[in-house]
């Protein structure tokens, strides 16, 4: 089975500052990796998603996450946040074969203060 | 950018009451899935469906729960007797491939069991 951790449930940083959102995965078999943001009211999004190839993947928004393979994480990083990026951000997992879902960590609530 | 809608988006009902979620996901994805969030918990995946009938389910999808898309454009989850731990956020999403294409989420129904 699939597991997802997300070690912060929230976290608050001043607009401009750099962010990074920590995840940690476990899995017995090699997974897909995502990160996907819901703002307030609305559906997730997905920001971006590591199939293979380079580790570091650049999503929407300025977003980009580096995939570490011996120590299991995918943390989300961005070098300078805007009050629009107050939302909450899921990182996920996917098995590569077979399986159609997503395994979810708990969710990281960033808030962008001026 | 195309959107999935969900209905209603607040619903709520006594125990042991059938309710019905519906979703219109985006006219030409060929997947669809259903995921529900109970407060302060993980993400989990309910259901995916492809092909008129279900390709994969949770140990959640018992026999309370099932899902159809009756014309071509909705798809709807029923919950057939309520119970109190039923309450919880429930997110449609659809794509237009299986894993590890995008899913476009709706905004979800908040379904209420008192």
């Known amino acids: 089975a699939q597991s997802v951790t997300q070690l912060d449930s929230q976290v608050p940083v001043f607009e401009e500052a750099p962010v990074e959102l920590r995840c940690n995965y476990s899995?017995?078999?090699?997974?897909?990796l995502f990160w996907y943001v819901q703002y307030p009211n609305q559906g997730l999004q997905l920001l971006l998603k590591?199939?293979?190839?380079?580790?570091l993947v650049k999503g929407i928004n300025g977003f980009e996450a580096e995939f570490n393979k011996s120590q299991t994480s995918f943390h989300l990083r961005k070098p300078s946040v805007h009050i629009s990026d107050t939302a909450e951000y899921f990182c996920a997992v996917s098995k590569i074969q077979g399986a159609q879902k997503l395994v979810f960590g708990q969710g990281t609530r960033l808030t962008i203060n001026p | 950018e195309p959107e999935v809608t969900q209905t209603p988006s607040h619903q709520v009902t006594q125990m042991g009451q059938e309710v019905i979620l519906r979703c219109v996901p985006i006219s030409n994805h060929l997947y669809f899935y259903w995921y529900r969030q109970i407060l302060g918990q993980k993400v989990e995946f309910l259901v995916s469906f492809y092909n008129n009938e279900i390709s994969e389910k949770s140990e959640i999808f018992d026999d309370q729960f099932s899902v159809e898309r009756p014309d071509g454009s909705n798809f709807t989850l029923k919950i057939r007797s309520t119970k109190l731990e039923d309450s919880a956020m429930y997110f449609c999403?659809?794509?237009?491939?299986?894993?590890?294409?995008?899913?476009?989420f709706g905004s979800g129904t908040q379904l209420s069991v008192l």
């Open positions: 590591y199939l293979s190839g380079s580790t």
């Open positions: 999403a659809s794509s237009l491939g299986g894993p590890p294409e995008k899913l476009f």
């Open positions: 899995s017995s078999v090699s997974v897909y």
